[in-house]
């Protein structure tokens, strides 16, 4: 990996590791939001009660918690960057008296396992962060048995994400931030239809498969809407940093316009849009 992409991997580690506490404090909300998009892939995998089973980018633990939790005599490894996120997941896993499921930090692109390991592979909401998913992708494949399955999941455009988009829309109007390179990572990089099929093709998967989730972030209200965004997203965290605390009161004010605008009776949830893309190695 060049020096460039390193660096990228090195800020990824450390952003989420700084996230981790508000993960934990938002997780029943945050799987509760997630929950259509990991189902999918579930279902997509077809589980078997014996698989070893490589969860990547798992964050907190799910889906790779449900799956362990699906397994008799299988096994579930739950991988990510960021220890902190990690820590979270093996302490949903003791609440869960899950005893299949372990936990390894390390960076997608040099997985530590053998060739032809796993009998499937996971990943709900990791490619749109890899520095490089070509090599993300030829990894995932590399450490899968023939005959295994891969599955992930990406958020499509703002579009169909009203709940970011929401406030991420205000910000941009109050400062008109830089848009990202092109292809750096971001939430929205692998928003268009059959990118990532192609990057499951190339990495040498067949009898692909891509389907459209829908979810809803259930806040209830703009009040847990707004503490909600500011604890776990992290492009509204970062711009929000950069502001004084006269501009973030209006930044909140307007978001709030937005959401009443939408959902004037009171009862906030907001629409979300994925994708999940299924491959099987030969």
């Not at 404090?25 to 698989?51: A, H, N, R, V, Y």
């Not at 990690?86 to 396992?113: G, Q, S």
């Not at 070509?134 to 048995?145: F, H, P, S, Y």
């Not at 093709?201 to 067949?206: F, P, Q, R, S, Y």
């Amino acid at each position: 990996m060049d020096v460039q992409l390193e660096q990228i991997r090195d800020q990824q580690k450390a952003s989420w590791n700084n996230f981790s506490p508000g993960w934990k404090k938002w997780d029943d909300l945050t799987m509760d939001f997630l929950k259509p998009m990991g189902d999918e892939i579930i279902s997509l995998l077809q589980i078997k009660e014996d698989d070893l089973v490589l969860d990547v980018a798992a964050g907190t633990g799910e889906p790779g918690l449900t799956i362990a939790s699906m397994l008799t005599s299988g096994r579930v490894i739950s991988t990510d960057l960021a220890e902190g996120m990690l820590d979270v997941a093996r302490e949903n896993a003791a609440k869960r008296n899950l005893t299949n499921f372990e936990t390894h930090v390390c960076d997608v692109c040099e997985l530590p396992f053998d060739d032809d390991t796993f009998d499937a592979v996971s990943c709900r909401f990791g490619f749109m962060f890899f520095p490089d998913m070509q090599v993300a992708a030829q990894e995932m494949v590399r450490v899968l048995k023939p005959g295994g399955r891969l599955a992930t999941s990406v958020w499509n455009g703002p579009d169909t994400n009203f709940w970011v988009a929401a406030t991420m829309s205000v910000i941009n109007q109050h400062m008109q931030l830089s848009p990202p390179p092109a292809g750096a990572p971001g939430m929205f990089r692998c928003a268009q239809p059959g990118l990532i099929a192609d990057l499951f093709a190339e990495a040498g998967l067949t009898n692909m498969v891509e389907t459209e989730v829908n979810s809803k972030l259930n806040v209830g209200s703009f009040d847990v809407y707004w503490r909600f965004m500011n604890d776990v997203v992290a492009p509204v965290v970062g711009a929000l940093s950069k502001t004084d605390d006269t501009l973030k009161a209006q930044i909140k004010a307007d978001v709030l316009k937005l959401i009443q605008q939408k959902y004037p009776d009171g009862n906030v949830r907001i629409d979300a849009g994925a994708r999940v893309i299924y491959g099987e190695k030969e």
